[in-house]
Every structure is written in C-alpha cells, then in structure tokens.
C-alpha cells in the first residue's frame, strides 16, 4: 500500500529555497517576493494518478500525472521551461525527474512524522520543504 498524500497542507519550514530559485535563473526581485509567501500544496491521489497545485498568492502552479508515464511539464509562471517528467515509487517516495536544459532536476516527496516534505534539487541545489496538515 503506497503512501498516501491526500490532502491540504501548508508550507511550514523552506531551506535553500532561494538558491533553488537563483539556478533556475529567477531574478532577485521575484526570489525576494517568492520566498516570502506562504504556500499551500493541495494533492488529489487516486491510486497512481495524481493532482498537485501549489497555491500562493502571487501564483499557482498545477500539475497532474500518472506514475511510471513520461508526460511533456511546461512550468507556467514558475521558470517557464518545458521539461520531459516521468514519476516513479521509490519505495514510499514519489520521485520526479525533469529532463531538459537544467542537469539534475527533480523533486521527492514523502510523508515522515505526519508532515508532508519536498526535496527540490536542480543542478547543485538541494532544497527542503516541510508542509503540515491545514485541517
Ligand atoms: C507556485 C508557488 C511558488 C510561487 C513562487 C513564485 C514565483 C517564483 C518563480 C519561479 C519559481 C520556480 C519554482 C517554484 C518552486 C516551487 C513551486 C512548485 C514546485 C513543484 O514543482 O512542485 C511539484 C512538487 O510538489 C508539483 O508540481
């Protein structure tokens, strides 16, 4: 039985989230502003079928797949790069690769202590996104 991800939950600790945004190229102005909003992540899972939209107030970002299937991700209003995404369980992680112009990116997510964390790296940037329970 896989993880289970259902739910709303809120940003609570971010680290190296403003380096995560200078190697996407994210200028200074915009990283300031981003790293200062709260962020709020709501996941729909439906056995491997998936809905994840990132909500802020400045944006949102939404992304919908179906693990182990390679799908085309344009990341709208976030560094707008079109990436080849493919999903995949490691154990009770969910784990992302995006191919295209950025080495080594990707992201994880796992449930540990009830929290819900996101491991975002690009090239040689590891950030870390804990999210707790909104109700
Ligand atoms: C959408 C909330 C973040 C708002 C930041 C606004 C502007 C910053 C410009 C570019 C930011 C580049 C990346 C933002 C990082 C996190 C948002 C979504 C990351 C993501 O890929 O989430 C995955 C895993 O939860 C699901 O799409």
Known sequence: MPADFN?????ETSDKFEDYLKVLNIDFATRKIAISLS?????TQNGDKFDFKTLSTLR???????VGAEFDEY??????????SLVTWEGD???CTQKGEKANRGWKHWIEDGKLC???TCED??????FK???
């Open 133 to 135: 329970r909104k109700d």
């Open 39 to 43: 962020q709020t992540k709501v996941v």
């Open 60 to 66: 949102n970002y939404e992304l919908s797949f179906t």
């Open 93 to 95: 992680k969910l784990v």
């Open 7 to 11: 739910g709303r939950w809120i940003l």
């Open 75 to 84: 990341t709208k209003g976030l560094d707008n790069r079109n990436i080849k």
């Open 118 to 120: 996101l491991e975002l």
């Open 125 to 130: 940037v590891i950030c870390l996104q804990v």
